[in-house]
C-alpha cells in the first residue's frame, strides 16, 4: 500500500528566506507525485506534479520539486518566501490505475515578517 | 472557466441525522472523488466515480453513500451522523481517462459539524 510521510508538522521561515518542505512516500511502482496547498478554511490547489520525466519539477507560485527514487522522496522548495505563502502544505501519492490520491498529515508553515 | 464547486458551504447537524453534500466537477470532467478531511489531518478518500460507476472506495462504513449523475455531478450521503462525522469534505476532479486522469483539482469543500 501506498504511504506519504511529512517529517515536519511546522515550520517557520522568514520572508525572503528560502524553503524546503519534505516528503517521503512509499510505492511498490512509479508514484505519481503531487504538493498541494491548502489556506485557511479553504481547498487544496494543486502545486506541482510529477509523473515521469525530468525530475525537477516546476510549478506555481515559484514552487519547484524534486524526485529523488533513490530516496523516496519529493521535496519542495521555493528560493525566496512570501508572507502569502503561510498555509499548510500536502504531499500526495498516487499511481496509474489508482483510484486515490494518498495524502500525508502536511506541514504548516508560518512566514514571519 | 469555473472550477470544482460545491454545496453546501458549511452545515450543522445533529447525531443521528442524515446528510447530502453537492459537487459539481470542472466542465469535460467525468471523473469525481470524494475525501474527507478532518481537523489537523490529510484528506482521506472516501469515493471515486467515473461514468456513473463507483470506481473505487475508501475505509468508511456503510453510512456513506454516493452517486454520480448523467451531467457528471456527484452527491455524497452520510446517514446516522456521528460525532466524529465532523470535518471538511473535500470533491475532486478529473478528466477520467489516460494519465491526466491523475490528477485531481479540488472544491473548496463543505464544512460539517455534527453536535
Known amino acids: 500500500a501506498q504511504s506519504v510521510t511529512q517529517p515536519d508538522i511546522h515550520i517557520t521561515v522568514s520572508e525572503g528566506a528560502s524553503l524546503e518542505l519534505r516528503c517521503n512516500y512509499s510505492?511498490?511502482?512509479?508514484?505519481?507525485l503531487f504538493w498541494y496547498v491548502q489556506s485557511p478554511g479553504q481547498g487544496l490547489q494543486l502545486l506541482l506534479k510529477?509523473?515521469?520525466?525530468?525530475?525537477l519539477v516546476q510549478g506555481i507560485k515559484g514552487f519547484e520539486a524534486e524526485f529523488k527514487r533513490s530516496q523516496s522522496s519529493f521535496n519542495l522548495r521555493k528560493p525566496s518566501v512570501h508572507w502569502s505563502d503561510a498555509a499548510e502544505y500536502f504531499c500526495?501519492?498516487?499511481?496509474?490505475?489508482?483510484?486515490?490520491?494518498?495524502f500525508g498529515k502536511g506541514t504548516s508553515l508560518l512566514v514571519t515578517p | 472557466d469555473a472550477g470544482v464547486t460545491q454545496s453546501p458551504t458549511h452545515l450543522i447537524k445533529t447525531r443521528g441525522q442524515h446528510v447530502t453534500l453537492r459537487c459539481s466537477p470542472i466542465s469535460g470532467h467525468k471523473s469525481v472523488s470524494w475525501y474527507q478531511q478532518v481537523l489537523g489531518q490529510g484528506p482521506q478518500f472516501i469515493f471515486q466515480?467515473?461514468?456513473?460507476?463507483?470506481?473505487g472506495r475508501g475505509n468508511f462504513p456503510d453510512r456513506f453513500s454516493a452517486r454520480q449523475f448523467p451531467n457528471y455531478s456527484s452527491e455524497l450521503n452520510v446517514n446516522a451522523l456521528l460525532l466524529g462525522d465532523s470535518a471538511l469534505y473535500l470533491c475532486?476532479?478529473?478528466?477520467?481517462?489516460?494519465?491526466?486522469?491523475?490528477?485531481?483539482?479540488f472544491g473548496p469543500g463543505t464544512r460539517l459539524l455534527v453536535l
Open positions: 475532486a476532479s478529473s478528466l477520467g481517462v489516460g494519465l491526466l486522469a491523475e490528477t485531481q483539482y
Open positions: 466515480y467515473y461514468e456513473k460507476e463507483e470506481r
Open positions: 510505492y511498490g511502482a512509479t508514484p505519481y
Open positions: 510529477y509523473f515521469s520525466g525530468d525530475t
Open positions: 500526495a501519492v498516487g499511481g496509474f490505475g489508482l483510484r486515490a490520491l494518498n
